[in-house]
């Protein structure tokens, strides 16, 4: 079993930054490609961005790419996301996921799901 859980979420003024961080338990977190979601009030959850097991391929959505930024520290079991020029329509939850390698990018490749952290940009 894994556990997974987000922080660093809060109120950000548009153009501003913020970087959300998910602890992973278990031993054999290096194993497991990790994930980024997120949804909106009223919206269906959406795909942000994804981690290779070694960090070393990486992949976001249209929406996202340019401004979010996806890493991993094995060492300390933690995957992080690095927002930059926060727009209002980024407003939602942001779940941190898991699965066994690849590269996966859609809600059902993932076994494992944090409680998710909330991002406000306010207009």
């Known amino acids: 079993q894994v556990q997974l859980v987000e922080s660093g979420g809060g109120l950000v003024q548009a153009g501003g930054s913020l970087r959300l961080s998910c602890a992973a338990s278990g031993r054999t977190f290096s194993t497991y490609a990790m994930g980024w979601f997120r949804q909106a009030p009223g919206k269906e959850r959406e795909f942000v961005a994804t981690i290779s097991w070694s960090g070393g391929s990486t992949y976001y959505a249209e929406s996202v790419q340019g401004r979010f930024t996806i890493s991993r520290d094995n060492a300390k079991n933690t995957v992080y996301l690095q927002m930059k020029s926060l727009k209002p329509e980024d407003t939602a939850v942001y779940y941190c996921?898991?699965?066994?390698?690849?590269?996966?990018?859609?809600?059902?490749?993932?076994?494992?799901w944090g409680q998710g952290t909330q991002v406000t940009v306010p207009s």
């Open positions: 996921a898991a699965r066994r390698g690849g590269l996966p990018r859609t809600g059902p490749d993932y076994d494992y």
